[in-house]
């Protein structure tokens, strides 16, 4: 059929009231809350997590948990409460971690004799406890119990928990007070196993990122004024997000044997003698959901891969006569059921058939905003004729600016489920991987050049956020390396890291004019 | 064969040093110490979880999970912290929480100048927050935002989570500062729905501990004086461990409208006026495990219920023969992954082929203490001839005082492998009803005899507590009821529940010389 050239498309009119163009940060925060994924909790710096978003943490934990057991961690859990004597223990890790923590200092309330409460004077501890903002202090601690001979090597643990951060500037996902995360921690004979587990995890979080989350990420080591507080070396996976800032999505430690000699974890080794451990640390948190909101949310709200999504289909009945009711619903719960026999992904097909009372279009744009994959609307003529109607998620609109729904029999439907599921979580991917491969320049030899690509305004309406540069540098360190910070801190700028499996880059360091020696990301960054 | 009169079988040597008979107090810490489930942190009443008694609550988790879903509530995650000022909205609540809370109360450390951190003066909080006892406070300011129309009816919301309440005695699992539980709350539009929802919770609860944890309980509503503070109506799930005392391993809460009141959780009814919600509460935490423990423990050690055991069945190859090496892990492999890919009470037998270095006896004692269903033993000489060599932890010595293997074909193994898993289950809650049934006396019905009946003295080496008095009282309310607990007290009892569907008992209260209008339970516990 030839369009009609006097007719003009109509434009798309888009679920979200803000657009990415318009006004990224606000648009953020309006898929989060037209999904429902999580809200202001009226505890400063801590959000409610709702079920959508919780889900897909579930999803994500439930995921990465498997990845983590097949490499042989063991699950354990950590007390809260770190005593402030732990911390005093690690200096160098106290300097970057001592600023902002929750300190416990009472046991107990009384009553003021005006009607409210107060902590009892009485009940003062003697000793302060932080609230946890990372365990490596209070499991090296159990590390020094649990490790005596090399026979009790490698170490292998892993908590699944909260933790705590006072932060003066929170977003919810990307940085709260309070935030879910995993957190490996394991001890090794020596250097050479211990830098293994380290890149191990990296490679975890770097093919989760990619296969689970569709979110291509970049794996690499942080530069040394970027390393946790108290580690030798410091890996990241770094995530392009749709402004082209990047974000730090999962990190991995090597500790050295720092935090070993603080807590005392020794071993004796093959030849009866002595040795300090080498320990690692690793973790992601649910900051991996503002990720993936930035890296697949759309005009429309979010768009859930289909491996995490809590739901990967919604069967919605289109209630409008009562005469057909008990067929129609009978009709979409047979669908539901042959829908979850069915295995997409490696894992059963997870299915809702949504019989809420309300208006099939209402409930129609709060799952697309939500972001589920499928979306079926089902009428009363399409149950009497076998049919169903569904719409991809990842393909909303047609180019005359309707919803793409395509109407196909219900045996055409159940045979190809599974693959567009799989499908959608591939051209997620592929979406996000082509974007930010598009958004990386290379070229850029010398500070001049970095400072005019990085010019353009920052968050201005329309304005594009200039994406990442990769160039080579010299590697500096100390105050040399301080003296760079700086530069890019004037254009607010950071390395993000040092790729992985880089070759040596050719010229000249724009910082420092000495021979490039490695090659760095530079960018703009949550 | 017919054995020799004149040899004395051997007596058993148990695993453990302490025995339950012996001092059962002990014994239970012995248990968690030898199965490496958990132990004492350094930080002031609170434990760290070990991989085996982790892997158990992972367990729990997975299967409470699953049910709570199936009832349709919603996983959610609320802040750690609660302003002061939300505990000062529900007097009632307070009164019976407001004691013993972890308060924070700055945050920021900074050098206190001689080495040391301190808590910043300068960064006090203008309002103390709470470390969670529970969540109704600020779950009900979620609720109140969320509810706005009868459509939005019923709520049920669900959360893990740690919490915290200070705790003078701590008891590894049984009572510590921080524990983990789940937390299930819901709103609803009358009493009728609210109170369904209670009373489906505490079968939730019931059906979980006699189906996962063998654990035989008695499900009742607790007397008015045992009610969580602020509810109209409490519920509870009573377990008797071994020393007759009973535990109490869940609650379900009606709270009737005044937490709604005290958040401001109003609807729109059907007839367009504004009405309050009726709520509820819920939870069960890693007490159940301790209750596990004092169910199915012996003086061997754990034994744990196979349904929520990490591990069903642990394979030790006996490597003695270099030769023979390789051939024997082969043949051990091979029939792990025979196994695994079998099903046992509807999922997946896990089993562990455990090929650590190590002596095979000192390995298989650890396992028997950890209480893992099924060990096998192979041999060079087995694995050369098809052969197994197979003891349930269940039923661990013969008479002789020798631990209870049998040989048999690996094909006889793998064709019962299943139905033994499931028959552990099954034994394991059949033994603890039995004992449980026989420790319940009945016919008591003065005060003094219920004093005559509880005269022995307790934590007595060798002395057996005396279980559960059943009887029937006439449920006196305020300060009968008070008068009731006093003479109770007096003889460290309590009354545990008025179990649900019981008949109205004959005769009259011991207490009260009242008519006998419902049955009740009356026992130690902890």
Redesign the interface.
């Known amino acids: 059929m030839t369009q009609n050239p006097q007719i003009k498309p109509a434009p798309i009119k888009h679920a979200l009231t803000t657009t990415r163009a318009g006004d990224f940060a606000a648009w953020y925060q309006e898929v989060i809350s037209a999904a429902e994924m999580a809200?202001e909790?009226?505890?400063r710096g801590?959000?409610?997590?709702?079920?959508w978003g919780?889900?897909i943490?579930?999803r994500i934990q439930h995921l990465m948990d498997a990845r983590i057991k097949a490499a042989g961690v063991?699950?354990?859990?950590?007390?809260?409460?770190?005593?402030?004597s732990y911390?005093?223990k690690e200096a160098e890790h106290?300097d970057g971690f001592?600023?902002?923590?929750?300190?416990?200092?009472?046991?107990?309330?009384?009553a003021d004799g005006k009607?409210?409460?107060?902590?009892d004077p009485e009940a003062k501890l003697e000793e302060?406890?932080?609230?946890r903002p990372t365990s490596e202090t209070?499991i090296g601690?159990?590390m020094a119990?649990w490790v005596q001979s090399w026979?009790d090597l490698p170490l292998l643990?892993n908590q699944w928990?909260?933790v705590?951060r006072?932060e003066m500037r929170t977003r919810m996902f990307l940085r709260t007070s309070?935030f879910?995360w995993q957190e490996g921690h394991t001890a090794h004979a020596d250097r050479t196993d211990a830098m293994a587990e380290t890149l191990r995890a990296l490679e975890m979080y770097r093919s989760f990122s990619e296969e689970a989350l569709a979110m291509p990420v970049v794996a690499g080591e942080k530069p040394e004024n970027e390393r946790f507080p108290g580690a030798a070396a410091t890996y990241s996976i770094e995530a392009m997000m749709q402004d082209g800032k990047a974000l730090q999505a999962g990190t991995s430690h090597y500790l050295g044997t720092g935090f070993a000699e603080a807590a005392g974890i020794h071993y004796q080794n093959k030849e009866g003698q002595q040795a300090l451990c080498h320990t690692t640390s690793w973790g992601v948190s649910t900051r991996l959901i503002g990720g993936v909101i930035m890296t697949h949310g759309d005009d429309d709200g979010l768009r859930v891969p289909p491996a995490i999504a809590p739901q990967q289909i919604v069967i919605l009945p289109m209630l409008r006569d009562t005469d057909e009711y008990e067929a129609l619903l009978a009709y979409c719960e047979e669908l539901r059921s042959s829908l979850a026999k069915q295995q997409a992904l490696g894992e059963p097909i997870r299915v809702l058939h949504d019989k809420r009372?309300?208006k099939a279009t209402q409930k129609r744009w709060a799952w697309v905003k939500k972001g589920v994959p499928l979306i079926l609307e089902i009428g009363g003529r399409d149950a009497a004729s076998g049919q169903v109607s569904v719409v991809r998620r990842d393909r909303l609109w047609q180019d005359n600016g309707k919803v793409n729904f395509s109407a196909m029999s219900r045996e055409d439907f159940l045979g190809r489920a599974a693959s567009e599921i799989e499908d959608i979580q591939r051209s997620l991917h592929a979406e996000a991987t082509e974007r930010r491969d598009a958004q990386i320049v290379r070229g850029i030899d010398t500070l001049d050049g970095l400072k005019a690509y990085f010019s353009g305004d920052e968050d201005k309406a329309g304005q594009k956020y200039p994406g990442w540069v990769e160039m080579g540098w010299s590697r500096p360190t100390g105050a040399a390396l301080e003296a760079v910070v700086e530069v890019l801190k004037s254009l607010k700028l950071t390395i993000r890291n040092t790729p992985l499996g880089a070759g040596k880059p050719e010229g000249l360091c724009p910082f420092t004019g000495e021979a490039a020696v490695e090659t760095i990301y530079v960018a703009r960054s949550y």
């Open positions: 809200e909790s009226g505890v801590c959000m409610v997590i709702r079920p919780y889900g943490w579930e063991e699950n354990c859990y950590f007390p809260l409460f770190i005593p402030l911390f005093a106290v001592a600023k902002e923590m929750a300190v416990v200092t009472h046991h107990r309330l009384i009607g409210g409460l107060v902590p302060p406890l932080i609230v209070v601690q159990a119990r026979r643990t928990a909260n705590v006072w309070e879910l009372p309300g």
